[in-house]
């Protein structure tokens, strides 16, 4: 099963920029698809964006023109830019991916905005 690890997350103020990655054991070209999920406290994981193995994409309104997803199949890497936070941004930000049948998922990354 394909291992995922997120880096880059931190505390920034309200209106900074971050820029998450995502490191795949595995190759991500061969994904059915890989995206971005987030959990704030007291709340269900939401989806953040998604990316398919066809170059598609997909938003949550709430991060439309904000964020972009975007992927580097040399490094197997998925990232997340991610500009003019707002404090209800805030949440573990967490990578997926999908091989074959089975989803993977990372650890999660810690994203604080400050107002």
């Known amino acids: 099963q394909v291992q995922l690890v997120e880096s880059g997350g931190g505390l920034v103020q309200a209106g900074g920029s971050l820029r998450l990655s995502c490191a795949a054991s595995?190759?991500?070209?061969?994904?059915?698809?890989m995206g971005w999920y987030r959990q704030a406290p007291g709340k269900q994981r939401e989806l953040v964006a998604t990316?398919?193995?066809?170059?598609?994409?997909n938003y949550a309104d709430s991060v439309k023109g904000r964020f972009t997803i975007s992927r580097d199949n040399a490094k197997n890497t998925l990232y997340l830019q991610m500009n003019s936070l707002k404090p209800e941004d805030t949440a573990v930000y967490y990578c997926?991916?999908?091989?074959?049948?089975?989803?993977?998922w990372g650890q999660g990354t810690q994203v604080t905005v400050s107002s």
């Open positions: 997926w991916g999908m091989w074959g049948y089975f989803n993977s």
């Open positions: 595995g190759s991500i070209a061969s994904s059915k698809g």
């Open positions: 990316s398919s193995s066809s170059g598609s994409t």
